[in-house]
């Protein structure tokens, strides 16, 4: 009984975690640029539970959190029009710069201007260049090519940081819509990477598939959690019952 109690209790948890991760993907599936948080599992093998046996021959006896990781897959693009709406085409990320200083990635393309002329994202970090300064433009018209670059009154005035990265797995979310990883796993952009000015990222969560997902889990909470019910009973009982004189 102690086995089956564990298993219905770590099959709970892991569903209540899959269910907040949904939840709080479902909450952002209009946020620009956010990236789709997902949950993988990890078999727990027999021998793991007090049996004898090789992990890599016996069968699982149940699955376990393992991790979660983050979607880097693109989103929908849309077009807005605004001067101030960058979207990439391509597997890259603007470049910012945290309150620390320190470098991290984004896909929010939908930036602003402070009164100073710095170029700021929605969390007011500063936008970076190719060579990770601060981007401050000039009062006038604005535009931007494809590389990048962005012009004021037609003239060349900074080009946006993007970088790719070499291994996609080492990365975490930050605050809001900021990625997290290490300078060295950034590299420059190449020419398959290009802007699209006047455009917007939209998240790449899919509004349908993650409800359909929420229910499915819902369902597995439930059960599981009845069983673990039908658990407490049982032991109830044998409290109530073992080395009870008839």
Known sequence: MQLGYLMAGVAGDMAQQKLDTIS?????????????????????????????????????????????????????????????????????????????????????????????????????????????????????????????????????????GLSMLRDERLITKGEGVIIKTDKENMIEADKTVSIHHGSLENSNVNAVLSMVSMIDTMRNYQSTMKIVEQYNQQAGLLNDRVGVVQ
């Open 24 to 160: 709080n993907n479902l909450a952002n599936v209009n946020t620009a640029g956010y990236m789709e948080d997902r949950t993988s599992f990890a078999s727990q093998f027999s021998n793991a539970m007090g049996r004898v046996g090789d992990p890599e021959q016996t069968s699982a006896a149940f699955l376990s959190m393992n991790k979660q990781y983050v979607s880097t897959q693109a989103g929908s693009v849309h077009h807005t029009g605004s001067d101030f709406d960058f979207a990439i085409n391509g597997n890259a990320y603007f470049r910012v710069q945290l309150a620390d200083g320190s470098v991290a990635l984004s896909r929010a393309g939908n930036f602003k201007m402070d009164a100073d002329g710095n170029l700021l994202t929605q969390g007011n970090l500063a936008v970076l260049d190719k060579s990770d300064s601060p981007i401050t433009l000039p009062v006038g018209a604005m535009s931007a090519t494809k590389d990048g670059t962005i012009y004021v009154n037609g003239n060349a005035t900074a080009e946006l």
